[in-house]
């Protein structure tokens, strides 16, 4: 077991002058599970790669311990892999491709049954290590790709989307398997997803990419409670945060008629004389049509928990994603489950008292509470 730590790491890709990966400074302490997260094409694979040694580093360090690591081979790296297709091999039963890799090194039959055993008694896979992998469910396969992981006892387990290709159920019930067991091993492990929700259950920390560059490390609630610019504001969080922009007037800002008072170090960090206020969907009370910011449901998805109204409203909103460039989005709210809301009614909005985020919308950057 180790820490792992990139130091200003860089990575390039043949007839593209933006690099996928972007000066990443980033520490994963000993025994911690570091989830990287971002839509597609944010670096996040590339990054678990770069630590794997199957992608080459144009610039910075990757150390794994006190070892240098920036441009040893795979095999030197002490490092386990789980790919997203799992990469088992047909003709092997289950005990084959769990103790492959500890064939290869040459270790005695004896040694080589005991640790296979020991991880398929780990896993619930004992009942199935004659089997081949074609007679074996999806999740049953991705505990087999974790089995031939565990045995080879890594200092560290790379993961790059393991449950992607499982159905709802089974994803939610493998990914509490992956973290409870990561957790008993306590081997470092950076775990590579799309999925935000994933990334919120699963992680003692979390990091957002975009376009190649870390956003924000913090965890799962750090993130959540104080998301340090725009784009981490409106990606984290299901469904995302309403983000309103607002003309600052005095020391207050207004939506839809409300007044956002400021503080005098929010006012000064404006770069402007406007300002994006965020609410999430659990952070409006409803009131009655005629007070608050009116609003007209156009959509209810009922949850039986909890019931989310998508309404129209008298104010635009931003979005983060620049080929979103419809002018005014739905404004999301959070109502307690089978609550009688039905499309087409009308219901006034007013934020609840803590539940506001304030960011510069020329850099994005959160303004200080």
């Known amino acids: 077991m180790a820490t792992v730590t990139f130091e200003g790491t860089t990575r390039y890709y043949a007839g593209n002058p933006v690099p996928a990966v972007d000066g990443l400074d980033l520490a994963v302490a000993d025994g ?30 990757i150390r794994i311990g006190d070892r240098d690591v920036t441009n040893l081979p795979p095999k030197e790296r002490d490092i386990a892999m ?11 039963t289950v005990a084959d491709n769990i103790g492959f890799h500890l064939k290869i090194a040459r270790m005695p039959k004896a040694e080589r049954a005991s640790r296979v055993r020991e991880a398929a008694d780990l896993l619930d896979l004992a009942p199935y290590l004659d089997r081949k992998p074609a007679k074996l469910s999806g999740g049953q396969r ?16 790379c993961m790059d989307e393991p449950l992607s290709n499982l159905d709802a159920k089974l ?16 081997v470092t492990t950076i775990y590579v997803t799309h999925d935000q929700v994933e990334a919120m259950t699963m992680g003692d920390r979390v990091a957002v990419l975009k376009d190649g560059i870390l956003q924000q ?20 969080g299901s ?24 503080t005098p170090a929010q ?78 009614d009308k219901l006034g909005l007013v934020p609840q008292p803590g539940a506001v985020h304030l960011f510069d919308p020329v850099t994005g950057d959160r303004l200080p509470d």
């Open 32 to 61: 911690e599970f570091l989830v990287l997260v971002g839509p597609s094409g944010c670096g996040k694979s590339t990054t678990l790669r770069m630590l794997a040694g199957l992608e080459g580093v144009d610039d910075g360090v």
């Open 171 to 186: 994803r939610v019930q493998t990914r509490t398997q992956i973290a409870s067991l990561q957790r008993r091993l306590g």
């Open 239 to 262: 469904p995302a945060m309403n983000l309103i922009p607002s003309t600052v007037s005095g020391e207050a800002a207004t939506v839809g008629g409300q007044p956002i008072s400021l």
């Open 267 to 344: 006012r000064a960090c404006l770069t402007t004389a406007k300002v994006v206020v965020g609410i999430r969907p659990e952070g409006w009370t409803v009131v009655g049509a005629t007070e608050g910011i009116g609003a007209t449901i156009e959509v209810v998805e009922e949850l039986g928990s909890d019931q989310y109204l998508y309404c129209s409203a008298d104010v635009p909103q931003v979005s983060v994603d620049p080929a979103d460039d419809a002018e005014t989005k739905p404004m999301t709210v959070r109502a307690p489950g089978m609550s009688p809301w039905q499309r087409g």
């Open 217 to 236: 490390c913090d965890t799962p609630i750090g993130l959540f409670g104080r998301p340090a610019n725009l784009f981490v504001a409106g990606f984290i």
């Open 142 to 157: 991705q505990r087999v790709a974790m089995g031939r992981a565990i045995v080879r006892r890594p200092q560290v387990f």
């Open 82 to 92: 789980v790919f997203q297709n799992y990469a088992l091999y047909p003709h092997m």
